[in-house]
């Protein structure tokens, strides 16, 4: 873990994307994931939220210091490095004047509601086009700006549904489990960034303005392809299969000597069955019939299973994961929170980064999704509470003076 850096919010100077503006009306994990990319290489980018409607993030653990409540959410901290934070109640319209000239401040206008919240304002891709040609406009939501399912705001776990991840993961002849959390809020920025990238390039090159409508559960299913082009070309539906693979056996986790200790093992051919064999010292099982080639293992696969789980409960998941290693059979120890925390590798990456915080005292969030050599990423400030950067937001980006602000608050528009 890198030692604590600063907290120190303000405007970056340097980074692969200083200069860069964004304004970011994003929410939960998905978007913010893209616009944090941004920030962490240098973008300015100006978060909008307000105490009148609290993003839902903000209401999701872990907790900083097990404490509940919307400046101690370990979630949103992550998702929001590097962001300044301004808050605005754009039920107002002096409100909604801010976020005009904000958006005449921008390069790229980042967004996440539903598609009926921008065009109830105005302020919908065509009519923010008239006033800056050239805005490069996102709007990321579950089911993209049009067709039937345009209007239903919800989140990845839906996502996960209409995409198919759900049905995958599951045990043979159980309910399907699907997989962990909101999946499509991690795969949908994968996308959403370098569609970004692909505008500003697009712009630079002809002064053009780009508009992005991103359905977030179409782009994620990019990630189905295998399974989509299967059933089109051959008419196959995935099954449940738990752990099995269709060309490795065996292959999943078996529980280790420890308590809820487990160690992850795939065995890609018969050389590394082989293999697994002499790290067992039982070299025998590699010329039983019974497990001789790869459809024999798979149609023996639960007796060779419970041969595997005896070996395995005789030896802590980390020793078996180095064993198996140093035969050369793929394995891994089964992390949990603590073990990643703590995991050697990660900590020589610098994964996990320590920051001073004004309120939580040190608080721990991860680096970026990547390294540049000429132009790291910079990690300058914690993410915002609510309101933290009016004043910086307000002077400084928009020039607004004493009087301006004054009765910004007298109208509420600032809350």
Known sequence: ???????????????????????DLMWVVAGPTATRTMADFGA??????SANRIETARGLGPWYNNTQGPEHSGLFGNMNINKLGLSLNLATEEAREVLLDLIDWCDVLCESFSPRAMRSWGMDYESLRERQPDLIMLSTCLFGQEGPLSQVAGFGTMGAAIGGYIALAGQPGGAPVGPYSAYTDYLSPRFSLPTILAALDHRDRTGEGVYIDQAQAESSLHFMSTALLDYTINGNVPQLVGNADPSMAPHGCFAAAGDDDWVAIAVRDDHDFQLLCAAMRQPELASDARFAGLAARQANERELAAIISAWTAESGAVQIEYMLQAFGVPAHAVSNSGAAAADPQFEHRGHFVQMEHEVHGQIVFEAAKGQMSATPPTYRSAAPGIGRDNELVLRELLGYTDEQIANLAIADALT
């Open 1 to 23: 873990m890198t030692s604590a850096v600063p907290n120190q919010p303000g405007i970056p100077t340097a980074g692969a994307l200083a200069g860069l503006k964004v304004l």
């Open 44 to 49: 300015t980018v100006v978060r909008i939220e």
